[in-house]
Each structure stands twice: as C-alpha cells, then as structure tokens.
C-alpha cells in the first residue's frame, strides 16, 4: 500500500487526472444538489426555475415548429412546451429533454480542465449554443419521424438515434476541446 502512495504521489500526470476527475465530480454533485434544489416547489429559486425552463423549452419549440411548419409543411399546432402536428399524438418537451443538465456537465468539464482563460470564456458559450441547436434538429426531427414513420420507429428515434446525437454532440465539443484549445 505504501509503494501504491509513493508511486501516486511522484507521478505528476496521474495527480493531475486525479484533480480533474475530482473537479468534474464536484461539479456534478454541486449540479445535482441544485438541481434538487431548484426543483421543490415552494423554494425561492423555483419559481426562477420553472420561468428560465419554461423559456428555454419554447426557445427550442419556436425554431423547431417553425421548421417543421415552413419547411416540411405540416399544420400544426404549438405553445411553449408542445408541437402537436395534425394526425399525430404531438411531442412535449419535458424539463429532462431540455439538455440543460448537458450544458452544465459540459460547462464544468471545460472549467475544470487545463486551458486558457480566455479560450474558455468563449467555448462554453460555443459548446452550450451547439448542445442547444442538436436539441433543436432532434425535436425536429422527433416531429418528422412521427408524421412520417410508426410508433417503433418514432421511440427507436426518442430513446437511441437522438440520445446518441446529443452525447455524441458533448463528446465531440469536448476532444475538440482537449486537443485544440486545453493546452496552456
């Protein structure tokens, strides 16, 4: 056991991943109490949070419906967390399909890497806005499929197909970030 706290304690790149690593948890169990936090209902911070959510849902709904209306010509029918597409069961976007928990694993991954003050000052905001435009394209394609295609298809496309693009979205800003712009 010794010669393991030795061989830890001289090895400078295994300490620094072990920071990091420490710093990413942090940050999700800092995410993940505020996040329960903002969710109970009578707090201060609620309120705030149902109004940034409820604002967020529809800055991606908007764009979505636009597309899917203009674009592919549906008719259809939207509010601030709903596109209902004639003939179809609708979509709603519940808080957990926003990507804001993406956004803020993604923003404390970049803080808690190495890198440059001033390259991450403009990459989170970069990373979050493409998180935010993968949401969009998969809602609506979300729609597409359900207009389009049977019930096997449009959950094949809910449950895997846009999961994937959203993580692969994270895990894509967040190599960009690790070779292009983390070095010091």
């Known amino acids: 056991m010794t010669r393991f706290i030795e061989k830890f304690s001289s090895d400078k790149k295994l300490i620094r991943s072990a920071v990091f690593i420490a710093k990413v948890l942090v940050v ?55 596109i209902i597409i004639s003939g179809t069961p609708g979509l709603f976007l519940a808080n957990h399909c926003l990507g804001v928990s993406v956004c803020v694993i993604f923003s404390g991954f970049i803080l808690a890497y190495k890198g440059k003050w001033v390259h991450k000052l403009w990459y989170i905001p970069f990373g979050v806005f493409c998180i935010y435009l993968v949401n969009v394209i998969r809602l609506t394609g979300l729609g597409f499929v359900q207009n389009n295609y049977s019930d096997y298809f449009f959950e094949l496309a809910h449950t895997r197909v846009y999961l994937l693009m959203s993580y692969g979205m994270f895990f894509l800003l967040i190599i960009l970030w690790m070779n292009r712009f983390s070095k010091k």
């Open 28 to 82: 999700y169990l800092v995410w993940k109490m505020l996040f329960l936090f903002l969710n109970r209902e009578g707090t201060i911070l609620n309120a705030y949070w149902v109004r940034f959510t409820d604002w967020f849902a529809y800055t991606t709904i908007y764009p979505a419906a636009l597309i899917l209306q203009k674009i592919f010509g549906y008719e259809l029918v939207y509010n601030h967390r709903n």
